[in-house]
């Protein structure tokens, strides 16, 4: 009989949950008040830390507090979460070296969300960066409820990892949605890029 080589046979993959974010992001952030750390899908612990985490970008505990103000203090459905989440860091990923962005103190949607609608040097489709500047402006709005409805002294300690906001106008002087609309009812004049094209399955990171 042939043994089986056991170091050839594949691990199984960690299934994380919240508290193994203890030792990647400041305490504050766990202890955040009115959110519920059980309460939140695990995927988003798999996808924070397999994927956000292991690129070492500057905008990881932004969006591990992100993920638990949406679910667990605005009370967005788990699939719409999961949604937001690799849109902003996948868009990230790519705008702030571009745009020479060291921290996240240096991202300033004012100035960048348009500059990237129209910057060329990128090949993302209408519908990209349509749902980036939708994905951002919901997510930040969300994220200012939340800081919003904190003390003055916990306002403070939070505001590090809130999202600025998109002035209204400009997000509505920017938006093209109703092109990218239009171009859904008429393929054959807009080639849309697929959704499972531009952002990564929550499914590819789980066990």
Known sequence: MVKSDSSREPRPRKRYQWQDLQELVSPAILSAPRLDWNQM?????????????????????????????????????????????????????VLFPAYGLTSFADWRPEEHLPHYLGDMQFPDTLHTREEFLRAYTVTAEHSQAYW??????????????????????????????????????????????PSHHILPKFEEKLI
């Open 41 to 93: 899908d695990h995927r988003y612990f798999q996808y924070l830390i397999r994927t956000v985490h292991a690129d070492s970008v500057v905008w990881f505990e932004h969006l591990v507090l992100l993920a638990a103000v949406m679910e667990t203090y605005i009370g967005l459905d788990p699939s719409t979460v999961a949604k937001y989440l690799p849109n902003l860091h996948v868009r990230w990923r």
């Open 148 to 193: 919003r409805a904190l003390p003055k002294a916990e306002q403070a300690i939070y505001q590090q990892w809130t999202l600025p906001l998109v002035p209204k106008h400009l997000a509505k002087q920017y938006s093209r949605r109703t092109e990218v609309l239009a171009a859904q009812k008429d393929r054959g004049n807009v080639k849309l890029m």
